[in-house]
Antibody, heavy 118, light 110 residues
Framework: EVQLLESGGGLVQPGGSLRLSCAAS????????MSWVRQAPGKGLEWVSA????????YYADSVKGRFTISRDNSKNTLYLQMNSLRADDTAVYYC???????????WGQGTLVTVSS | QSALTQPASVSGSPGQSITISCTGT?????????VSWYQQHPGKAPKVIIY???YRPSGVPDRFSGSKSGNTASLTISGLQAEDEADYYC??????????FGGGTKLTVL
């Protein structure tokens, strides 16, 4: 059974940093691209970032480019999102999802809430 | 990259058919056959119901179908059921090698 489990969310002050993790199981992690998608409270979905299975290619939304870094450790079956210089408008539930190149596909995690507030 | 345009809400009675549109540009919807549709129930993670314009993942009922014409993609749900009441989002691959989502459509089953 495929499972994606995000962790690392919480309350952080504006300008602060946070690292999200997404632990994957039930499939050959290194064979698949992975993505991050976020959803602000009461709002729609926003694609954030994606990474190829090998980790050699990364992609970012303009809204996070230069502040967020996606990475993965295929030996640990884990995807990461390092978030720096956080702003109030980064407040959202962050989902990781198995991807086809950059597009989220068939399996999503349950999400982790990031709140940026003083 | 601007969000794709979806109607804010649609509604239909059980058994009826509804269509949700998703309008983009030639740099996203019109330029690639990489449109996906997601269903999201309150408090739950999104679930892909259509990918690559018209393909259904296994387990998704054939009541759900997708199509595209020019810069506009469409999701049709036939034989509407109460459990179809949810938010629906479209997404598309873009010329910048990113993904853009639509603003979402709330489907109400009357």
């Amino acid at each position: 059974e495929v499972q994606l489990l995000e962790s690392g969310g919480g309350l952080v002050q504006p300008g602060g940093s946070l690292r999200l993790s997404c632990a994957a199981s039930g499939f050959t992690f290194s064979n698949y691209a992975m993505s991050w998608v976020r959803q602000a409270p009461g709002k729609g979905l926003e694609w954030v970032s994606a990474m190829s299975g090998s980790g050699g290619s990364t992609y970012y939304a303009d809204s996070v480019k230069g502040r967020f870094t996606i990475s993965r450790d295929n030996s640990k079956n884990t995807l990461y999102l390092q978030m720096n210089s956080l702003r109030a408008d980064d407040t959202a539930v962050y989902y990781c999802a198995k991807a086809q190149v950059v597009s989220p596909r068939d399996y999503w995690g349950q999400g982790t809430l990031v709140t940026v507030s003083s | 990259q601007s969000a794709l345009t979806q109607p804010a809400s649609v509604s239909g009675s059980p058994g009826q058919s509804i269509t949700i549109s998703c309008t983009g540009t030639s740099s996203d919807v019109g330029g690639y056959n990489y449109v996906s549709w997601y269903q999201q129930h309150p408090g739950k993670a999104p679930k892909v119901i259509i990918y690559d314009v018209s393909y259904r993942p296994s387990g998704v009922p054939d009541r759900f179908s997708g199509s595209k014409s020019g810069n506009t993609a469409s999701l049709t749900i036939s034989g509407l059921q109460a459990e179809d009441e949810a938010d629906y989002y479209c997404s598309s691959y873009t010329s910048s090698s990113t993904v853009v989502f639509g603003g979402g459509t709330k489907l109400t089953v009357l």
